[in-house]
């Protein structure tokens, strides 16, 4: 079975402090995904990577950044993080080319105060 | 602009009968459907999909069904257990194989 996990499955953190989201996957997935998910909205693609060192803009980018320097591992930075940043933080992975279905991690829900 | 739509936030259904949960979307380049469910607290997991040259797709009480016409798709569940209570989400996959997102629908299943 594939596994995605996720560093904490619940974080607050204060206005304007850098915050790290982790994300691993065991099953040697090229394609990782980071969404956020806010009620009435369904889930928004924030960044996205193909393979190692690369990385994609998604829909809402804006205050996000990502690193992937290994291929099972995709971070997700707050670089300041903002009361509008609070929300649920989904990452996903899928093989590439292949089967379009996304495994998701438990999903980290972050409080930003 | 929103091209995958899930127009019901929520449905209550008794248990034992059909739920049919639905989903509109705008752009005809989509080539694959897929509906996942999720719980509170946890990741969305894959539930069924249809290619777009489908029109009917089934596995076990799960059915999708995709109008191309009317770039309508829906998803039936019978009969409806209470373990069915969860959020679906409807998603679409786009020529760049990233999948858009509707909303969402809360499945409520009363005893």
Redesign the interface.
């Known amino acids: 079975d594939v596994k995605?996990t996720q560093s904490s499955?619940y974080l607050v953190k204060r206005t304007g402090e850098k915050v790290f989201l982790e994300c691993v996957q065991d099953m040697d997935h090229e394609n990782m995904f980071w969404y956020r998910q806010d009620p009435?909205?369904?889930?928004?693609?924030i960044y996205?990577s193909y393979d190692v060192k690369m990385k994609e803009k998604?829909d809402i980018p804006e205050g996000y950044s990502v690193s992937r320097e290994k291929k099972e591992r995709f971070s997700l930075i707050l670089e300041s993080a903002s009361t509008n940043q609070t929300s649920m933080y989904?990452?996903?992975s899928s093989l590439h080319?292949g089967p379009?279905?996304?495994?998701?991690?438990?999903?980290t829900?972050l409080t930003v105060t | 602009d929103q091209q995958v739509k899930q127009n019901s936030p929520s449905l209550s259904v008794q248990e034992g009968r059909i739920s049919i949960l639905n989903c509109d979307y705008t752009n005809s380049m989509f080539d694959y459907f897929l509906w996942y469910k999720k719980y509170p607290a946890e990741g969305p997991t894959f539930l069924i999909s249809i290619s777009s040259i489908k029109d009917k797709n089934e596995d076990g009480r799960f059915t999708v069904f995709l109008n191309k016409s009317a770039k309508h798709l829906s998803l039936h569940i019978v009969p409806s257990q209470p373990g069915d209570s969860a959020v679906y989400f409807c998603a679409a996959r786009d020529s760049n194989y990233q999948l858009i997102w509707g909303a969402g629908t809360k499945l409520i299943i009363k005893p």
């Open positions: 995605v499955r009435g909205l369904g889930l928004r693609l996205f998604g989904l990452c996903a080319g379009y279905e996304q495994y998701f991690g438990p999903g829900r």
